[in-house]
């Protein structure tokens, strides 16, 4: 049971450069999130899933895609990479349902852009 | 919609005095409410989580918050400081409709010797 698993852990972008950030859990949540956490601030909601085929936009989502065809993977694409988008990206799920529930977060991608 | 105010950016304690960290919260019905500490360069960890059973909430190293509804607060404390203690700290509400968190702006406490 390995949780939340983010790759890359670490990325540098040209700007104008594309990529996608990896988001993976084995724990059948149907509940996944992506954040971004800018230097000396809280965690900013970017999209989110609540299950296979469903994803939603959050606080931040300018600039950014998601897409959800499987349970366990929730990838997040960066297209046209900006200067704005440095920050450290977090994933996290959790089940959905039922009273008692705890998020897992992911360790975390470290992207920055020049 | 929910938020959440950490009243303090910065707490300095020293080591074995108490640390009072302050979080205010908005809600439209009951919420779920969270602490979570980040070391450098790491990821989060939960501290403890009010999830409306005992609003007296104990978490993991010795912290507890208590969720006060008439004040709409859940302040972070413990008794002792410890130098392993400093980090940033995140007050945390859950959103409801399909759990999104909303986090506070931080609070870094710094530990003294």
């Known amino acids: 049971n390995a949780g939340v698993t983010q790759t890359p852990k670490f990325r540098i972008l040209k700007i104008g450069q594309s990529m996608t950030l990896q988001c993976a859990q084995d724990m059948n949540h149907n509940y996944m999130y992506w954040y971004r956490q800018d230097p000396g601030m809280g965690l900013k909601l970017i999209y989110y899933?609540?299950?296979?085929?469903?994803?939603d936009k959050g606080e931040v989502p300018n600039g950014y895609n998601v897409s959800r065809s499987t349970t366990e993977d929730f990838p997040l694409r960066l297209e046209l990479a900006a200067p704005s988008q440095t920050s450290v990206y977090f994933c996290?799920?959790?089940?959905?349902?039922?009273?008692?529930?705890?998020?897992?977060f992911g360790s975390g991608t470290r992207l920055t852009v020049v | 919609a929910q938020s959440v105010t950490q009243l303090d950016s910065h707490v300095s304690v020293s080591e074995g005095t108490p640390v009072l960290l302050r979080c205010n919260y908005s809600?439209?019905?009951?919420?779920?409410l969270f602490w979570y500490v980040q070391h450098p360069n790491k990821g989060l960890q939960l501290l403890l989580k009010?999830?409306?059973?005992?609003?007296l909430v104990k978490g993991i190293n010795g912290f507890e918050a208590e969720f006060k509804k008439s004040e709409t607060s859940f302040h972070l404390t413990k008794p002792s400081a410890h130098m392993s203690d400093a980090a940033e700290y995140f007050c945390v509400v859950d959103s409801g409709s399909a759990r999104q968190l909303t986090f506070g702006s931080g609070t870094q406490l710094t530990v003294l010797p």
């Open positions: 996290a799920s959790v089940i959905g349902t039922g009273g008692f529930y705890g998020y897992t």
């Open positions: 809600s439209s019905y009951s919420p779920s």
């Open positions: 009010y999830t409306s059973a005992a609003t």
């Open positions: 899933s609540v299950g296979a085929g469903i994803t």
